[in-house]
């Protein structure tokens, strides 16, 4: 089946590491994106791509950083500049045209110990 | 993108209809709207979407009036598992729109 796959489920993180999220796709969307939610909270655009070798920042790109180079693969990662990083990030990507909404991951639950 | 208003929580009973309204005054016309649902712990997933009248599958139904400044989710029938964040978007699905997840509606379905 085709979808997204999103890992590790939990990652736990000390102060001042860098860690990296995974996030993989097999449904040949051009475009990714990176979500980042607090409990409570509507979801906050972190970085997306809408081709290979292409990104753009979201509306909180500070702290993170992302990769698009092969078009199934879109990591992010939280670096220590990061202040706040505990959070549940989720991953997503899209289809052409207006038949195709959003399919998201499972999503990453980040922990800062 | 069109902004959409929608109510922040709702609560029902196992077995009844529930209708979540959301409001988007300044819908384009090349716009359609979109509902998702998020379970706890769990990404989004694409319940339904329409551009007029009426739009149904196996899971809700979608009311879009003629002016299409509002729409209308409809749950029939809701059960426990229904308990969710219901996100309604609005907008163009093409590669340049970035949609805005809100805080969508927090349902709570009691037995």
């Known amino acids: 089946d085709g979808g997204i796959t999103q890992s590790p489920k939990y990652l736990f993180r000390k102060e001042g590491q860098n860690v990296t999220l995974s996030c993989e796709q097999n449904?040949?969307?051009?475009?990714m994106y990176w979500y980042r939610q607090d409990p409570g909270q509507g979801l906050r655009l972190i970085y997306y791509?809408?081709?290979?070798?292409?990104?753009q920042k979201g509306d909180i790109a500070e702290g993170y950083s992302v990769s698009r180079e092969k078009k199934e693969s879109f990591p992010l990662t939280v670096t220590s500049a990061q202040k706040n990083p505990t959070a549940f990030y989720l991953c997503?990507?899209?289809?052409?045209?207006?038949?195709?909404?959003?399919?998201f991951g499972s999503g990453t639950r980040l922990t800062v110990v | 993108l069109a902004k959409t208003t929608q109510p922040i929580s709702m609560d029902s009973y196992e077995g009844q209809e529930v209708n979540i309204t959301c409001s988007h005054n300044?819908?384009?016309?090349?716009?359609?709207i979109t509902w998702y649902q998020q379970f706890p712990s769990q990404g989004p997933r694409f319940i339904i979407q329409?551009?007029?009248t009426k739009v149904t599958n196996e899971v809700a139904s979608l009311f879009i009036p003629a002016d299409r400044k509002s729409s209308t989710l409809s749950l029939p029938r809701v059960s426990l598992s229904d308990t969710a964040v219901y996100y309604c978007?609005?907008?163009?699905?093409?590669?340049?729109?970035?949609?805005?997840f809100g805080p969508g509606t927090r349902l709570s379905v009691l037995p």
């Open positions: 997503a990507s899209r289809g052409p045209g207006t038949a195709y909404g959003y399919t």
């Open positions: 449904l040949n969307h051009d475009a």
């Open positions: 791509s809408q081709i290979v070798n292409d990104f």
């Open positions: 300044n819908i384009a016309t090349n716009d359609y």
């Open positions: 329409g551009y007029k």
């Open positions: 978007l609005v907008g163009d699905h093409n590669y340049g729109q970035n949609f805005v």
